[in-house]
């Protein structure tokens, strides 16, 4: 599975100014509502079970990023969204250390195998120290897509 497949362009958020856990994933929901890649009906329950699922246990799986994600019954596609905090955002993460990049998924609940497969391709980009490196010097929304063209080319050593 490809990022690009997967991460709504218009939900990408170079400079996310969420200084909170639950503001940053209100912040990425928002940006898929907005993007029209979400019913924005459902608003309040993704963002719930998004933080109920960060309160079973975080996210945040060390070196500056964090993958909320939820399934859920009422999405037919999987949809992502890609938050850059050059603060830093105190996510709970596993290192203890603040989380710079964030990519939130939203999947269907019927689809397990497709949430296993979108989560592989974003912990195997994010595992990769450049990956991160690029993406945290990413500016503007042209810069992440680039960034994310050639990790899905593989440009990048994956």
Known sequence: MKLLDIVVKDAIDPQLAATSRDEAITMLVDRL????????GHRDEFISAIIKRERRG??????????????????EKLVAAVG???DGIDFNSLDGNPVHSIFLIISPEQKPEEHLEAMEAVFSNL??????SFL????????????L???????LGN
Do not use: M, Y
């Open 33 to 40: 509502i907005e993007a029209k890649a979400v019913d924005p």
């Open 58 to 75: 975080s996210t945040g799986f060390g070196h500056g990023v964090a993958v909320p994600h939820v399934k859920h019954p009422e999405i």
């Open 84 to 86: 850059v905090s050059h």
């Open 127 to 132: 595992s990769q120290d450049t990956f991160r």
């Open 136 to 147: 945290l010097q990413a500016t503007t929304v042209d810069h992440v897509t680039s960034l």
């Open 149 to 155: 063209e050639e990790a899905d080319s593989s440009t």
